[in-house]
T-cell receptor, first 113, second 109 residues
Framework: EPEVTQTPSHQVTQMGQEVILRCVPI?????FYWYRQILGQKVEFLVS????????KSEIFDDQFSVERPDGSNFTLKIRSTKLEDSAMYFC???????????FGDGTRLSIL | QQPVQSPQAVILREGEDAVINCSSS?????VHWYRQKHGEAPVFLMI?????EQKGHEKISASFNEKKQQSSLYLTASQLSYSGTYFC??????????FGTGTSLTVIP
């Protein structure tokens, strides 16, 4: 069964540094999402992406964050100048249509020191 | 608009039933239900699109009320494998998706 893959599984970074989290969505999916989950808390929507542009973003997704689809397969989340509170699990998801079931990757655990 | 779930946590013995509720102050475009086991990604369970709709998946089923402001997830004859955190999720007419506050379900032997 096709799946969403995320790399790396764990990223440790010094505060103030930039990180890029990578995702390979399911190949025939057109809608892509990033979510954040702070340990023990709910899953929070960050951004959705369709047709090579952001379609929706939450209040969390400020100027510190950016997303890109640099080629036909990868979907990246960049966090500039990381802060301690950015430590969380970041999930990528994809779906074939908007509002339809989302398939999640296994996540990247981001630890900011 | 983040939906609110209740209860926050529930502990069941194997074979018991549970109901998890998901409520919104506004009519929802759709409702998704996901289960997340500790340390893993959320896994899709089912989606409801129409007011009054009911769906089932083995011993897990869900309903979406007529006004599309509340959904309930029903777990019958619970098994140990049902343990996890259950999230409802809602999409607006755009492509913005919000998960509910989550319900931790623990099934004990």
């Amino acid at each position: 069964e096709p799946e969403v893959t995320q790399t790396p599984s764990h990223q440790v970074t010094q505060m103030g540094q930039e990180v890029i989290l990578r995702c390979v969505p399911i190949s025939n999916h057109l809608y892509f999402y990033w979510y954040r989950q702070i340990l023990g808390q709910k899953v929070e929507f960050l951004v959705s992406f369709y047709n090579n542009e952001i379609s929706e973003k939450s209040e969390i997704f400020d100027d510190q964050f950016s997303v890109e689809r640099p080629d036909g397969s990868n979907f990246t989340l960049k966090i500039r100048s990381t802060k301690l509170e950015d430590s969380a699990m970041y999930f990528c998801a994809s779906s074939d249509q908007g509002g339809q079931p989302q398939h999640f990757g296994d996540g990247t655990r981001l630890s900011i020191l | 608009q983040q939906p609110v779930q209740s209860p926050q946590a529930v502990i069941l013995r194997e074979g018991e039933d549970a109901v998890i509720n998901c409520s919104s102050s506004k009519a929802l475009y759709s409702v998704h239900w996901y289960r997340q086991k500790h340390g893993e990604a959320p896994v899709f369970l089912m989606i409801l699109l129409k007011g009054g709709e009911q769906k089932g998946h083995e011993k897990i089923s869900a309903s979406f009320n007529e006004k599309k402001q509340q959904s309930s997830l029903y777990l019958t004859a619970s098994q140990l494998s049902y343990s996890g955190t259950y999230f409802c999720g809602t999409a607006n007419t755009g492509n913005q998706f919000y998960f509910g506050t989550g319900t931790s379900l623990t099934v004990i032997p």
